[in-house]
């Protein structure tokens, strides 16, 4: 089974060592601002000739919407560079959280059957995936989870491929978050008391090697689901996740101080990372969060897990949110109804129901 510990490409090495690629694009310089980026990285240290790769993008809604979910046009470039590199390529993403969408409606409306086709990458829904247990740290605890076999013992690293984005809860989502999607579970809300201390170790388990960020929008106000999209067009490389997430929020206008999921020190504040070609100009748009009520409650609720367990694992719990929904509405949910419908009249009975590792 495998254990916590240190990683240093995540946790121990100092961030002042890193080396960050930041760069603005333009449509027809992408790909080749990802070369340069990936080489000023040193990416062919951190992923091997031929090597097993996951790639992982952020698809954290049912179709593509701009600044919450990976642009398919950035994940085609970057697919095109490293099939150069290692046709051993997988590329995924779990079922949507709360019992949400099927990763399968994700990949068809993100255009994933043709782009992975095009490289010979393997499209895979973790989900689905045989799962082995885990145990990651989180702090002074100890988290048991289930993990998709394929991260765990299947590849040799993992690329993460994440949107910047304004997060009403952590306060601020990117490179070091985005593998909170590799736990299969769709139930996986039962965990954020455990989150900002365990998401370091968790990406040690899964083998994250490389940060690509696409910073084609950036969500401003109340992610990460919705918000305001800003196009920022910005390219962020990095193997230091974290220090990848510290050049996003500069670039972003934020603290990064303030983002307690990356476990930054005085000395990480004091000596930033090393930014390539040079440091971003001061922002263009500074971003801010700005939480509703509603975020204020999900915040405070998530760090408790009584409360978690009460308001969204719980039948009073079900309860509630059934009766919101129907005075309210739920955009989201409208949202995987109608695409069910288009899936459905074009691809009969391809569409399976989201399932949970505890369906397996």
């Given at each position: 089974?495998?254990?916590?510990?240190?990683?240093?490409?995540?946790?121990?090495?100092?961030?002042?060592?890193?080396?960050?690629?930041?760069?603005?694009?333009?449509?027809?310089?992408?790909?080749?601002?990802?070369?340069?980026?990936?080489?000023?990285?040193?990416?062919?240290?951190?992923?091997?000739?031929?090597?097993?790769?996951?790639?992982?993008?952020?698809?954290?809604?049912?179709?593509?919407?701009?600044?919450?979910?990976?642009?398919?046009?950035?994940?085609?470039?970057?697919?095109?560079?490293?099939?150069?590199?290692?046709?051993?390529?997988?590329?995924?993403?779990?079922?949507?959280?709360?019992?949400?969408w099927p990763a399968e409606m994700a990949f068809q409306f993100h255009d994933l059957h043709r782009i992975c086709g095009r490289f010979?990458?393997?499209?895979?829904?973790?989900?689905?995936?045989?799962?082995?247990?885990?145990?990651?740290?989180?702090?002074?605890?100890?988290?048991?989870?289930?993990?998709?076999?394929?991260?765990?013992?299947?590849?040799?690293?993992?690329?993460?491929?994440?949107?910047?984005?304004?997060?009403?809860v952590t306060r601020y989502s990117g490179a070091v978050k985005n593998q909170w999607g590799c736990i299969p579970n769709d139930m996986?809300?039962?965990?954020?008391?455990?989150?900002?201390?365990?998401?370091?170790?968790?990406?040690?388990?899964?083998?994250?090697?490389?940060?690509?960020?696409?910073?084609?929008?950036?969500?401003?106000?109340?992610?990460?689901?919705?918000?305001?999209?800003?196009?920022?067009?910005?390219?962020?490389?990095?193997?230091?996740?974290?220090?990848?997430?510290?050049?996003?929020?500069?670039?972003?206008?934020?603290?990064?101080?303030?983002?307690?999921?990356?476990?930054?020190?005085?000395?990480?504040?004091?000596?930033?990372?090393?930014?390539?070609?040079?440091?971003?100009?001061?922002?263009?748009?500074?971003?801010?969060?700005?939480?509703?009520?509603?975020?204020?409650?999900?915040?405070?609720?998530?760090?408790?897990?009584?409360?978690?367990?009460?308001?969204?694992?719980?039948?009073?719990?079900?309860?509630?949110?059934?009766?919101?929904?129907?005075?309210?509405?739920?955009?989201?949910?409208?949202?995987?109804?109608?695409?069910?419908?288009?899936?459905?009249?074009?691809?009969?009975?391809?569409?399976?129901?989201?399932?949970?590792?505890?369906?397996?």
């Amino acid at each position: 089974m495998p254990q916590a510990g240190e990683l240093p490409s995540v946790s121990s090495n100092s961030i002042s060592a890193a080396r960050v690629y930041v760069n603005r694009f333009t449509g027809g310089t992408l790909e080749s601002i990802l070369g340069e980026g990936l080489g000023a990285a040193n990416w062919e240290e951190a992923i091997p000739r031929d090597a097993a790769v996951f790639v992982k993008p952020n698809l954290t809604y049912p179709r593509h919407k701009q600044a919450v979910t990976t642009t398919p046009a950035f994940l085609e470039a970057l697919l095109a560079i490293l099939s150069s590199r290692t046709k051993r390529i997988w590329v995924g993403e779990s079922n949507g959280g709360y019992r949400g969408w099927p990763a399968e409606m994700a990949f068809q409306f993100h255009d994933l059957h043709r782009i992975c086709g095009r490289f010979g990458a393997t499209l895979v829904n973790l989900s689905r995936e045989p799962t082995e247990s885990v145990v990651v740290q989180a702090g002074k605890r100890h988290l048991p989870l289930e993990l998709p076999r394929l991260l765990t013992r299947g590849i040799e690293a993992l690329i993460t491929v994440p949107v910047p984005k304004i997060h009403s809860v952590t306060r601020y989502s990117g490179a070091v978050k985005n593998q909170w999607g590799c736990i299969p579970n769709d139930m996986r809300l039962r965990y954020h008391p455990f989150f900002d201390d365990g998401i370091l170790d968790l990406n040690r388990i899964v083998h994250t090697r490389l940060a690509v960020m696409d910073g084609t929008f950036m969500l401003d106000r109340s992610g990460p689901m919705f918000g305001t999209p800003v196009p920022m067009k910005t390219v962020i490389v990095s193997s230091d996740i974290r220090a990848a997430d510290i050049v996003a929020c500069r670039v972003m206008g934020i603290s990064p101080q303030k983002v307690r999921h990356l476990h930054l020190n005085a000395a990480d504040l004091v000596e930033p990372p090393e930014m390539l070609p040079a440091p971003p100009p001061a922002p263009a748009h500074l971003f801010a969060l700005r939480r509703s009520f509603r975020d204020m409650l999900v915040t405070l609720a998530f760090k408790r897990r009584w409360a978690v367990w009460l308001i969204w694992d719980s039948k009073p719990g079900d309860l509630l949110h059934q009766a919101l929904y129907r005075l309210l509405g739920n955009e989201t949910q409208a949202e995987i109804r109608r695409l069910a419908g288009e899936m459905e009249n074009s691809f009969p009975g391809q569409l399976r129901p989201a399932a949970t590792t505890e369906d397996q």
